[in-house]
């Protein structure tokens, strides 16, 4: 598994976009450009960059019916990102990586999200915050690695057998890689 994080945000400007675009094939340019914003455009050309610093070849992805983009013939790789970094990771297994910046919550998301297991650890826990985004991270990373949605956001983690889960907080964020155990 390779992965990069960079959280260097301050280079989120319409003129780090304008040096990335020759950088890319046609068909990237393309889709960093249909963002409206900086933001979408810089986290797209950025974490295409940094997928071929991993060594993903530049070849057109395929999406499968949830939306997840893959390479017909691998390898396998996986793309996040947030207000506080861009997460990528590549393997040759599935893989999912999600990055999350630490925010409040309602009541009513946790309910919603999370099972009682969860709820009870995030209730107990000394920042609620910091638990909420590190189980939501596991959750997201997980479907990702599995290439489907959270059709029940409740108990997307129940069965992790097939998984290796690696959680690490850093900063002002955390995120999650799942792998093949």
């Not at 997307?156 to 290796?164: F, G, K, M, S």
Request: net charge neutral; aromatic share 10%.
């Amino acid at each position: 598994m390779r992965m990069l994080i960079d959280d260097n945000m301050a280079l989120c400007t319409d003129t780090e976009v304008k040096r990335l675009l020759p950088l890319v094939s046609e068909q990237r340019r393309q889709t960093a450009l249909r963002y409206k914003h900086t933001f979408g455009q810089w986290t797209s050309l950025r974490s295409w960059l940094m997928l071929r610093e991993l060594g993903l070849p530049d070849k057109p992805w395929s999406f499968n019916e949830y939306g997840k983009p893959y390479l017909p013939d691998g390898p396998y790789f996986s793309i996040s990102h947030c207000k506080q970094g861009i997460a990528v990771a590549v393997d040759d297994k599935p893989i999912g990586i999600d990055i999350e910046s630490f925010r409040e919550v309602s009541p009513e998301l946790i309910d919603y999200a999370m099972n009682e297991r969860e709820q009870d650890t995030i209730r107990k826990a000394d920042n609620p915050m910091i638990a909420f985004t590190r189980i939501w991270t596991r959750k997201e990373a997980y479907v990702k690695f599995l290439g489907t949605g959270i059709a029940n956001p409740k108990h997307c983690l129940d069965n992790t057998r097939d998984a290796n889960l690696i959680t690490t907080t850093t900063r002002n964020y955390a995120y999650t890689v799942c792998t093949q155990s």
